[in-house]
């Protein structure tokens, strides 16, 4: 028997014995000892082998049929949404003990195809089990995943089997070994081993599903259900759920980076955020974390300790992953150097065969070392040491971003939890301005998260750079620490500049932020600059300021350019200084390729941390800083809290040092914490029910401060609200009234004395209580001190949202009261002018609405709320009289009255009084008088008979056809006209894509409009750098890339030489004399002269970049400036503000700072690539071949990558605007969300858009790891290429060693290249969409401000008289437009006080325009003084005319800079204008008199003293035609009557047009122009047209009586 299993043994597959060369399992040597099986078959190794293949033929067989035949057929137990559900036990364990079998088993492969190297015959038992293994291996992988993702278990027993047999079979072999004295020395020992224990750990994962599902040998398997997320269709960021492959390689992606090109990414697409992502989740996480922390160290942690503690517990766990994936990736890093050295010095060895000395069961075995000395195993090696590099490298990234995502989320949402209990003070006092809060949220939050990013940083680098030293000293001794030393000494020098580049970069930004607040300024003030000619003051100072901007962006060029050299010349310098010196130390003993190119290898990795430690150490400081900034804030006052102590405990979730008010004050005290969710569970106060049940609320003795150490605005407040009525609060500008109202709600600090509000039963509020999320509700005790109170603030705040949400505003819609409220606010008009009616969106602030329109919306939400309590502060001041009659009418009489609802009205309408149930006046923050007005009469007659001169007409009913609406006309034609430009553009859009649609090609079009680079607005870019500096920055760029290639070459060559030189020696046996040594000088010196032009090179390149960006930004600003500042007015009002000022900010600064970044990036990696991919053909042409495959694998991987890239960088920062316009508007409309105690709905909203925010950084930075894996994938695949390439050559073609060395250093290159060609061209797509953008507004036509006039031929006073000639006038505001005026003739003689009145769209205001040719005069001419004004040129022109607007304008600087901007007039001309318009008590109060300073707005100042300043700067012009522009819309009655006086006395010389706002204003004048539909209807004197019973003005007067 034995004999003939040694004849013909079964597992022999050859079939002639004879043939000695053929294929044989076993091998076909004669008597060959495979064969023998005289010690048992167990005993022969091929036997064993053989025995090996069984399992895994078995699990193929078992396992294709079931994945390719039958699995259609099976059906999951649970139906869900994404095939991803991960859930049987041991998974990750699983995934990664496969991941290390199949490395194992290539290992395996690799040795036995080695091994078998030496024999004279193929021995296929030594390599093709572990073949099969492998193929099962992956088999096994395939199958375990769909088996899961199915969730049918039961299928699990193929693998519980084929463990069992590959454990046996490879233990039998295991056990073979030991007892045949194979020992640790041998690799397959060594292999098989390893393999016999994964065997057994994947079989223990097997058995422990089987033991926790219980889905074999048990009648009740547990039923699993999948989680939440994947239960719900909107959640497809996947990365939490896939499995380990797919979580590496980002596979998941695939499918959403294809579809993106097929149509746009937008926030449908991407889905929602998986919950353990969610804002909420991450900031319970946070508290959670913050109240360990009060636990473990005191009852209330505070300042920056705190919250670093904080953010270390709850967000620390990840980043360590992050850390320890970031160190192994850094320590595979090393395997690059050490497998060229490897390599290399495998090529240069003359005797490249060795004889193995251990022949077992006949059979060659090897050690590791023999093993590791063969050079395509040390290629094989590179390879995946790259591939499991990058891929942990790639992971690591993306754990420490998410979780910097996850915690910006956190803070934010705890940022605005702060801002809803903030104190007014804070924000009124200029303590803490919107800006400063936006800051916290736009730039310290994503300070804090990049900090995260970089974290593992400092761990990882300290690491790396021992490492690497320590490798540099192996490979060259001391000579590696010369040129360590070099890179050590001049990284201080980096880390110095990287600082001043921070410090510049500070600067920069205070500069553009007041370049932007000026621009933001003149844009929003554009009309009045043109009306007063002050474009060259204004242009002048954008100028100056852009200048200083340009001084600091020229340091932050000249520093950035120093880094670029730096990063580029350093590791020149530190080569040069280290090889120089180590072939002078060496001699010819150690400098070959293999010791050079892996030296080379090493400096490029050991420079990378050392470069990086500027960026890590600046950005920790930025992250001190601002947890610095955040513990402040987060410690600053709270609304309603008091110097008293609390008498109850409260939880502080901040770190704040105050405690609640005794619960007898009831003035919307909050304890200061942050419980967003069990408020049932929170004690709820007891309410103060006052005395008295007909009162609503009630002050006693009550002193209100805005600041704790300032004096009190309100002193000695003793008042009652009674319940139902409506109570009026009077007096004059700036005596309180406003505070009184912000007092009553709590917004004041109370310095001492009591607020009182009565019980009652709201029961909105109950129903927004019961509706609110847990997580985000308010708290309870809060709601029992009083109910929502819906306030209508002086100044309208409005939401970035429609008008009906606006009017709305979270409550249920409504259909017959939202009718009623629009009608009693008159405004359906405006709704009929809206394009897309109350659907239409009113922008941020309202801004394309006037302010009359914003005061009725916010009014009209006011009376739409069903709240007990209404607080109206000034609802009339930006209306007219009629508006207001109506408002009060169908509004506050009707709707309020009717529902028994609590009003308080602030107003300056004294003829309403007798409609109040209850009057307060107030004088100098005090309570004047308090009562009825029968009261009043009674006890006050002085002050009744003061209020009824006052009066200056009866209440009545207007009937409609009298209602002159003149102030509402204006409004609703200014938002005619834009909305008409808007709907002319929106209806040419359409056009276009209805013609783009009809088009069969469109959508290909469209998408291959998307894939398209924007070359054209780089052409742009570059051409506006000039002629001289673009060849420059492509020649250097060309030359360093050159000059850095033959450096290298160079150093092949030296290298080379100096090794063949050796063996040549060595060859000839000749002694070590002077003419057998090789001599390096000459190397050295052409080598350090390549060197030093490098250095050279790289400098000029540098500066060249950022010298380029200069003039590029420097030309496109003044370009842009000189085209806005001189567009026809009519180009504002088409295009939306925030358009414009974009182009002046994020894209200006774009174009300043990163396109010249992304520009040298993008060339550097570029031309890196391509001299690579040059080198490596040149070293190895064969190469070319296998490029073709890998250049259009990149070619539509970057395609891809790009459109989604793109797509996703815009929807990041689309998602970042609404996020941050929430946080201002908050700020803004904080008042108005606490009256109505909305802040739950609106924490709502806020947890919405951060998620929205977040899950766009999420999808961008997946995408960003998906493109990098996969280009580091591809380059290790041209390390792999290369390497066996130049192998194959250096041994059969005898390719120098040194060009081996070479050409491997620069496919390592491409490995780090390849991925930064790919981002930079993503980021340079995105950054020339700017370029693009403001290329677009440079094509605005300007105004002509030329005039046929020079100016010798005009007059020095002109106009001296006034006197005004119009001779058939027509206008229109455009070309496309109808007029506006048709043929007017009119003439106003000198010093003559001219009134115009009529109804709404009558051409008042463009009348007025005319005389400045703000509109298009077409038809007809001025004549002003003998002078036709069209032939003025139209600086001349504005500026010898006066104008008062409608809207108050105020700059941010001194009162002096906005009365007299061109400084012409005297302090005493400046005091007169300021005493005529009734402020120079105000001026002298103020510290600095003329020099105080005006907050940006003239937010410093009430709306009525605003607009008392305009009328001063006005009085200041002393022209002699004044036009007022219902210039007294804005100011109290009694303020009204001195200002017409004023302008009577003043301006009794001179002509004076008045737009009437109120009819009675105009009753003194000369002459009454009563306009219609364009033309004048009638003209004469006003007693006249009195007299005339038929006559217009007749009706208006009457009906203004």
Known sequence: ???????????????????????????????????????????????????????????????????????????????????????????????????????????????????????????????MPAGMAFMAAITSVVYYHNIETSNFPKLLLALLIYWSLAFITKTIKFAKFCEHGIGLSQLRFCITGLLAMLYGMLLAVEINVIRVRRYICSNDPREVKPPEDLQDLGVRFLQPFVNLLSKGTYWWMNRFITTAHKRPIDLKTIGKLPIAMRAITNYNRMKAAFEAQKTLRSPNPQGSKAIWCTLRHAFGSPILLSSTFRCLADLLGFAGPLCISGIVHHLSNENKTFQPQVKLLGVYFISSQEFLANAYVLAVLLFFALLLQRTFLQASYYIAIETGINLRGAIQAKIYNKIMRLSTSNMSMGEMSAGQICNLVAIDTNQLMWFFFLCPNLWAMPMQIIVGVILLYYLLGISALIGATVITVLAPVQYFVATKLSQTQRSTLEYSNERLKKTNEMLRGIKLLKLYAWEHIFHGIMEETRQKEMTSLKAFALYTSISIFMNAAIPIAAVLTTFVVHAYLSQDSGFSPAVAFASLSLFHILVTPLFLLSSVVRSTVKALVSVQKLSEFFSSEEIGEERDKCQLPVNIDNHSKYQAVPLKVVNRKRPPREEWNHYNSLPGRQVNITEGEEYCIKIRNGYFTWTPDGAPTLSNIDIKIPHGQLTMIVGQVGCGKSSLLLAALGEMQKISGNIYWNSMSDTELGEDLSSTETETAIDADISQVRGSVAYAAQKPWLLNDTMEKNITFESAYNKQRYKTVIDACSLQPDIDILPHGDQTQIGERGVNLSGGQRQRISVARALYQQANMVFLDDPFSALDIHLSDHLLQEGILKILREEKRTTVLVTHKLQYLPHADWIIAMKDGTIQREGTLKDIQKSEPELFEQWKTLMNRQDQRLEKETVTESKTALERKNLRRAMYSREALSRADEEEDSIESDDEDSLSMVLHQRAKMPWQACCKYLSSAGILLLPLLVLSQLLKHSVMVAIDYWLAKWTSDAISLKIEAERNNCSQSQECGFNHSSYSMVFSILCSLGILFCLATSIAVEWTGLRVAKKLHQNLLNRIILAPMRFFETTPLGSILNRFSADLNTVDQHIPATLECLSRSTLLCVSALAVISYVTPVFLISLVPLAVACYFIQKYFRVASRDLQQLDDSTQLPLLSHFSETVEGLTTIRAFRYEARFRRKLLEYTDSNNIASLFLTAANRWLEVRMEYIGACVVLIAAVASITYSLYNRLSSGLVGLGLTYALMISNYLNWMVRSLADMEVQLGAVKRINGLLKTEVENYEGLLSPSQIPPGWPDQGEIKIQNLSVRYDSSLKAVLKHVNAHISPGQKVGICGRTGSGKSSFSLAFFRMVDTFEGRIIIDGIDIAKLPLQTLRSRLSIILQDPILFSGTIRFNLDPEGKCTDGMLWEALEIAQLKHVVKALPGGLDAMVTEGGENFSLGQRQLFCLARAFVRKSSILIMDEATASIDMATENILQKVVMTAFADRTVVTIAHRVHTILNADLVIVMKRGIILEYDKPEVLLEQEDSVFASFVKADK
């Open 1 to 127: 028997m034995i004999m003939r299993y040694k004849e013909y043994p079964p597992w022999k597959t050859t079939q002639s014995p004879s043939s000695t060369m053929s294929l044989a399992f076993c091998g076909s040597e004669n008597n060959s000892s495979a064969y023998n099986v005289d010690q048992g078959v167990l005993n022969n190794g091929c036997f064993v082998d053989a025995l090996n293949v069984v399992p895994h033929v078995f699990l193929l067989f078992i396992t294709f049929p079931i994945l390719f035949i039958g699995w259609g057929s099976q059906s999951s137990k649970v139906h869900i949404h994404h095939s991803t559900w991960l859930h049987f036990p041991g998974h990750n364990l699983r995934w990664i003990l496969t991941f290390i079998l199949l490395f194992v088993l290539v290992c395996e492969i690799a040795e036995g195809i080695v091994s078998d190297g030496f024999t004279d015959s193929r021995h296929l038992h030594l390599y």
